[in-house]
């Protein structure tokens, strides 16, 4: 069984690859949804303790949209997708066909929108490993929370705990528009220790 704390060279690049190729595939599929072309920058990835999340997330009290969907099948765990309220609002208001700037409250159908964009790129996400592992893997319905980041962390602690004590970070950089700054958003890739092995075994990486 693998040692998380002593991943080889090559599965750690094992992990950044996968992670690399379902981000950008997540990207591409919010930017059909959308409609719009969208600027990503180069993922920052890594393997990280779960203790340690709020310190690469940052700004412990910045409202952000979480998305959580749980993993089973030959591979299990859970993944998250967190972005910033103020690009939430913006995707329910291109997706609502809506004036920039509409304010955004959250209601049923708004929420209904953002959990779909969720279920869509991290959907995405998935298909890419279990594309490039052969492994099934079947996502459950997603689950919806907008709060404080360090809030957001909270709730889902006690399941990643359960998985695995690390998860696997992914920092994107995207943007919505040409002339929009570029804004980060975060996938939390919790697999268990079976599905680490399960993973590298596929690729046939000792």
């Known amino acids: 069984m693998s ?6 060279d090559m599965q750690t690049d094992v ?13 591409t599929a ?15 990835i890594q393997l990280v303790k779960l203790a340690d999340l709020q310190d690469f997330i940052g700004e412990a009290e ?13 591979l299990n765990g859970v993944m998250m997708f967190l972005i910033d309220e103020r690009i939430s609002d913006q995707m329910i208001n291109i997706l609502l066909h809506r004036d920039k700037g509409t304010e955004v409250t959250y209601n049923e159908m708004e929420k209904s929108v953002i959990m779909e964009v969720g279920n869509i790129i991290i959907s995405a996400y998935i298909k890419s490993i279990s594309k490039m592992t052969r492994l099934s893997i079947s996502p459950s319905v997603p689950m919806f929370q907008i709060d ?10 006690t399941q990643f705990c359960i998985v695995s004590d690390k998860v696997l970070m992914i920092q994107t950089q995207f943007s919505l528009e040409k002339t929009s700054d570029m804004v980060k958003g975060y996938y939390i890739f919790a ?10 075994h596929s690729l046939g990486i000792k």
């Open 148 to 157: 404080m980041a360090s809030a957001l962390l909270s709730v889902p602690a």
């Open 62 to 74: 910045k409202v952000m949209t979480g998305i959580l969907i749980e993993l089973s099948g030959e």
């Open 15 to 27: 992990l950044k690859e996968l992670a690399n190729i379902g981000a950008g595939n997540a990207t």
């Open 191 to 200: 697999p268990d220790v079976e599905s680490f092995d399960k993973i590298f």
């Open 30 to 44: 919010l930017a059909k949804m959308v409609g719009k072309r969208i600027e990503i920058g180069v993922p920052d």
């Open 3 to 8: 040692s998380f704390e002593y991943l080889s």
